[in-house]
DNA sequence: TCTGGGGTCCTAGGACCC
DNA sequence: TCTGGGGTCCTAGGACCC
C-alpha cells in the first residue's frame, strides 16, 4: 500500500484505571471508578470495563455511578503516576515520528516517514505496552479525524487501520458523534433533520444543510467524508488562558470565604505565570449559582500582571460588583491574554523606560 | 441522574474608528 | 433628517474536548 500521509493515533485505555493498578493490582477485574467522591459533586474521571458493564461511563456523576453499580470501588487519582506514566509513553512515541500530544492520555503521531506504517501501529502499541504495562488502543489513516475514530473503534487494545481512499466507507455506517467537534448540540440539530449516520451527512443536500449551519456546512460534510488536511504539530506553542475553579460541596454565600478561595487560585495562577514566564492581561471570574447557570466576567488592565495580590484584587472586585448575595456552587478564577514580558512589550514600546518600574495597573473599563 | 476541572475555538453584539 | 460600510478590538456565552 502507498501512503502519502501517514497518522496513528494512540489513545491509552481507560487510562487513570490501568494506572491505578500499577499500585494497586489487586483492583484488577473488578469495577473501578477513578474520580470524585460519590457522597459529594463528584464525576467518574476513568472508569474500568467491569464497571463500564454497568453503564458506568466518565464525565457521569459518581452518585449515579454507585447506583448502577453499588459494589463499584472509587479510588483517588495519583497524578504524579499518571504524569510519568504519561511522559514514558510519549517519549516512546516520539522515537516513531513528530508526535502531537493532546492530552494525557492521547498523542498523534506522523508516520509518514515510514515505509510500513501498518506494522508501526502494531509495535507502537506493543512497545508502549511492554514499558509502562499500560494498555493502548491505536487507528492509523490518512488523517488525524479517521485515526482518532479509528483508534476508538476497536477498544480496547485495538488497532483499526483505514487505507487511503478507504476512508468515506469506514465512517458512512458510524453515528455523526464519532466525528470530534460533533457534540450533542450539533447531533441533535441534525437529528432534526433524520440525520444519524456519516454517510447520511455526507450526501444530504448542501443548501437545506447551509440554511441551518451556515459557514458550518461545508466543513461538517467534509469531516462526515473523512477529509481533513490538518497536520500533526508537534510544538505545543504557548497557553492561552490559565484557570482554576472550585464547586463547593454545598452551596455557600460566605463573602469572606469566597475571598479566601479567590485569594487562594490568585497565588496558584501566579506561580503558573511565573513558572511559564507570562504576564495576563486579563483576569476572569466566574461563578455558578445551584440551578448550573453560569456567569464570567472579565477585566483587562493595560499593564500585564503575574502578581498574586493583583490577580486576588481584581477578582474580588468583579466579585464585589456583581454578586448579589446568592447561593452559589462554584467560583473560578482564570487570566488570559498571556503575554511573555520581554517579547513583544519591549518591541511594542522601543522607547519604555527600564530604569522606572511600571505604574499600578489602571483598568480601562 | 443533577451534573469536575482544565482547556480551545467560535459566534455575536457593542464600541470605536475612519 | 436619520442615516453608509468596513475593520478591529473586546466581551460573554456556548459548544466541545479529555
Known amino acids: 500500500m502507498v501512503w502519502t500521509t501517514a497518522i496513528i493515533h494512540l489513545d491509552m485505555d481507560a487510562f487513570f484505571v490501568n494506572v491505578h493498578l500499577l499500585e494497586f493490582p ?7 471508578a477513578v474520580g470524585g467522591n460519590p457522597s459529594g459533586r463528584g464525576v467518574v474521571a476513568s472508569a474500568s470495563y467491569e464497571a463500564r458493564k454497568f453503564g458506568v461511563h466518565s464525565a457521569m456523576p459518581s452518585s449515579r455511578a454507585i447506583k448502577l453499580c453499588p459494589q463499584i470501588k472509587f479510588v483517588r487519582h495519583n497524578w504524579p503516576l499518571i504524569k510519568a506514566t504519561s511522559a514514558a509513553v510519549m517519549d516512546i512515541l516520539e522515537e516513531f515520528g513528530p508526535t502531537e500530544r493532546m492530552s494525557v492520555d492521547e498523542a498523534y503521531v506522523d508516520v509518514s516517514e515510514h515505509k510500513d506504517p501498518e506494522t508501526i501501529a502494531l509495535i507502537m502499541r506493543e512497545r508502549v505496552k511492554a514499558a509502562t504495562q499500560c494498555p493502548a488502543s491505536v487507528g492509523l489513516s490518512p488523517s488525524k479525524l479517521v485515526s482518532k475514530i479509528a483508534s476508538d473503534y476497536d477498544k480496547p487494545e485495538g488497532c483499526t487501520i483505514i487505507l487511503p481512499g ?7 455506517p458510524l453515528p455523526v458523534r464519532a466525528i470530534s467537534g460533533i457534540g450533542p448540540a450539533t447531533a441533535s440539530k441534525l437529528a432534526q433533520f433524520n440525520i444519524e449516520s456519516c454517510g447520511q451527512l455526507a450526501n444530504f443536500d448542501y443548501p437545506t444543510l447551509f440554511a441551518t449551519f451556515k459557514n458550518q456546512a461545508e ?7 473523512g477529509i481533513d488536511q490538518r497536520k500533526v504539530v508537534s510544538d505545543p506553542g504557548q497557553s492561552k488562558s490559565i484557570s482554576q475553579e472550585t464547586t463547593f460541596n454545598n452551596d455557600l454565600d460566605d463573602k469572606e470565604y469566597f475571598y479566601k478561595k479567590i485569594s487562594e487560585m490568585a497565588d496558584s495562577l501566579s506561580g503558573s505565570l511565573r513558572r511559564k514566564n507570562l ?3 486579563t483576569v476572569t471570574l466566574k461563578i455558578r449559582w445551584n440551578d448550573f447557570t453560569t456567569f464570567t466576567r472579565q477585566k483587562s488592565i493595560e499593564n500585564g500582571t503575574d502578581t498574586q495580590k493583583e490577580i486576588a484584587r481584581l477578582g474580588r472586585g468583579i466579585l464585589d460588583q456583581f454578586w448579589e448575595g446568592e447561593k452559589l456552587r462554584l467560583i473560578g478564577l482564570g487570566v488570559s491574554n498571556l503575554i511573555e514580558p520581554t517579547g513583544r512589550q519591549l518591541e511594542l514600546f522601543p522607547d519604555l523606560d527600564l530604569s522606572e518600574p511600571p505604574s499600578d495597573s489602571v483598568e480601562y473599563n
Open 26 to 32: 489487586e483492583d484488577k477485574g473488578k469495577p473501578i
Open 166 to 172: 478507504d476512508e468515506e466507507q469506514f465512517l458512512a
Open 219 to 225: 466543513s461538517l460534510q467534509r469531516r462526515a467524508r
Open 279 to 281: 504576564i495576563a492581561h
